[in-house]
């Protein structure tokens, strides 16, 4: 089963190997440059050592929280991933029903193969990811139509500038040739206007907040200053994130970012992350270190190539089965009991 994979970092990547077109498979896998951060990115978590509580009632543990307003199961959400029918032949219909399942919340990426509309019709909440592109006109387009399908909120993603060369740059992508969405995204970021606009400022949290009239978060925030800044400038919610290794290379891990991050926002917002989180425990963790919740990016298409709907809701299920063990062995039987002093050494 898709689950099988998360016992070990990387064994759900190798199953997905070979059931994937190479191309797809290497797409989806690399990192930038010298794949430094991509990595790391696991490392900086599994590094981590807990102090368990004892004797504390864990005979029920609760997962559930509340992210702007939604009530989500488990803090498990599924990330903005581009081109999701390279994976499998439904695309982000059969990620969103999956991860509707788990009683959880997919962010679609703005490099999605399926329309939101047609992905709203079969997602629990679900968020729209944004790439501020040189044509603002078509990002409002973008924008218009995620409201309209019903998106709850809007993740600004802006650690891409520029997308830097990495090991797949130039290869065609093994997306179907007859549709025509998968198409135009597969080719979009070549066209003009289509590329992210580099000039970006802080101001665009504001305009995307007025243009939509939804919560904006920011995704790609890996230092304290940055972070009250966006705060300052209206952000409803952080996310850390190095882009799963595929901007800077060499960026921080965000295991080593979060705490300053968390530390800089306080409770003002809710700070998520993600990046190389592989396991239930990477998951406690992450909230200990300051997180609300976590994002996961391969782990859900390896999981959607593996097993479609059910493989992705079998994924969430299991982080979040371990995720609660977890809690119980460390004497924490809701998510407010984690705290940093779970952390030996501290955050
Ligand atoms: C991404 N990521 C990404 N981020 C984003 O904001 N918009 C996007 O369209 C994409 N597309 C994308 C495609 C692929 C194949 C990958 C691997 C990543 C980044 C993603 O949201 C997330 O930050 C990382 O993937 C998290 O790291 P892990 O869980 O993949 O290690």
């Not at 991860?99 to 329309?115: E, I, K």
């Not at 709850?152 to 969405?181: I, K, N």
């Not at 396991?279 to 994002?295: P, S």
């Given at each position: 089963?898709?689950?099988?994979?998360?016992?070990?970092s990387?064994e759900?990547?190798?199953?997905?190997?070979?059931?994937?077109?190479?191309?797809?498979?290497?797409f989806?896998?690399?990192?930038?440059?010298?794949?430094?951060?991509?990595?790391?990115?696991?490392?900086?978590?599994?590094?981590?050592?807990?102090?368990?509580?004892?004797l504390?009632?864990?005979?029920?543990?609760?997962?559930?929280?509340?992210?702007?307003?939604?009530?989500?199961a488990?803090?498990?959400l599924?990330?903005?991933?581009?081109?999701?029918?390279?994976?499998h032949?439904?695309?982000?219909?059969?990620?969103?029903?999956?991860?509707?399942?788990?009683?959880?919340?997919?962010?679609?990426?703005?490099?999605?193969?399926?329309?939101?509309?047609?992905?709203?019709?079969?997602?629990?909440?679900?968020?729209?990811?944004?790439?501020w592109?040189?044509?603002?006109?078509?990002?409002?387009?973008?924008?218009?139509?995620?409201?309209?399908?019903?998106?709850?909120?809007?993740?600004?993603?802006?650690?891409?500038p520029?997308?830097?060369p990495?090991?797949?740059?130039?290869?065609?992508?093994?997306?179907?040739?007859?549709?025509?969405?998968?198409r135009?995204?597969?080719?979009?970021?070549?066209?003009?206007?289509?590329?992210?606009?580099?000039?970006?400022?802080?101001?665009?949290?504001?305009?995307?907040?007025?243009?939509?009239?939804?919560?904006?978060?920011?995704?790609g925030?890996?230092?304290?200053?940055?972070a009250?800044?966006?705060?300052?400038?209206?952000?409803?919610?952080?996310?850390?994130?190095?882009?799963?290794?595929?901007?800077?290379?060499?960026?921080?891990?965000?295991?080593?970012?979060?705490?300053?991050?968390?530390?800089?926002?306080?409770?003002?917002?809710?700070?998520?992350?993600?990046?190389?989180?592989?396991?239930?425990?990477?998951?406690?963790v992450?909230?200990a270190?300051?997180?609300?919740?976590?994002?996961?990016?391969?782990?859900?298409?390896?999981?959607?190539?593996?097993?479609?709907?059910?493989?992705?809701?079998?994924?969430?299920?299991s982080?979040?089965?371990?995720?609660?063990?977890?809690?119980?062995?460390?004497?924490?039987?809701?998510?407010?009991?984690?705290?940093?002093?779970?952390?030996y050494?501290?955050?």
């Amino acid at each position: 089963s898709a689950s099988a994979g998360i016992r070990a970092s990387g064994e759900l990547a190798e199953l997905a190997r070979k059931v994937l077109p190479r191309a797809a498979y290497e797409f989806y896998a690399a990192g930038s440059d010298e794949e430094i951060s991509v990595g790391e990115a696991a490392a900086a978590w599994r590094g981590r050592r807990l102090l368990p509580r004892v004797l504390r009632d864990v005979s029920s543990v609760e997962t559930d929280v509340d992210l702007l307003g939604t009530r989500l199961a488990s803090p498990v959400l599924a990330g903005p991933t581009a081109f999701h029918r390279m994976a499998h032949d439904e695309g982000e219909t059969a990620t969103a029903a999956g991860v509707a399942a788990a009683g959880s919340l997919l962010v679609l990426s703005s490099r999605a193969t399926r329309h939101p509309e047609d992905v709203a019709a079969v997602a629990g909440p679900w968020w729209y990811q944004v790439y501020w592109l040189r044509d603002a006109e078509i990002t409002r387009r973008q924008v218009d139509r995620a409201v309209a399908a019903g998106a709850r909120a809007l993740v600004l993603t802006v650690d891409a500038p520029y997308v830097p060369p990495r090991a797949t740059s130039g290869l065609p992508l093994p997306l179907p040739e007859d549709d025509e969405l998968c198409r135009s995204v597969g080719i979009g970021t070549r066209l003009p206007g289509w590329e992210q606009d580099p000039s970006l400022g802080l101001d665009a949290i504001g305009r995307l907040h007025r243009m939509s009239g939804l919560p904006v978060l920011v995704k790609g925030v890996l230092r304290a200053d940055d972070a009250r800044a966006c705060v300052a400038a209206g952000a409803a919610g952080l996310i850390v994130s190095n882009h799963g290794g595929r901007q800077l290379d060499r960026a921080v891990s965000s295991a080593d970012a979060l705490p300053a991050v968390a530390a800089a926002v306080g409770t003002e917002v809710p700070v998520l992350v993600d990046g190389g989180i592989r396991t239930g425990t990477d998951v406690l963790v992450a909230l200990a270190l300051g997180a609300r919740a976590v994002l996961l990016g391969r782990p859900v298409v390896w999981s959607l190539a593996l097993g479609g709907a059910v493989g992705v809701t079998t994924l969430l299920d299991s982080y979040r089965a371990q995720l609660a063990t977890s809690m119980a062995l460390a004497g924490c039987a809701r998510l407010a009991d984690i705290d940093g002093e779970l952390l030996y050494g501290g955050p």
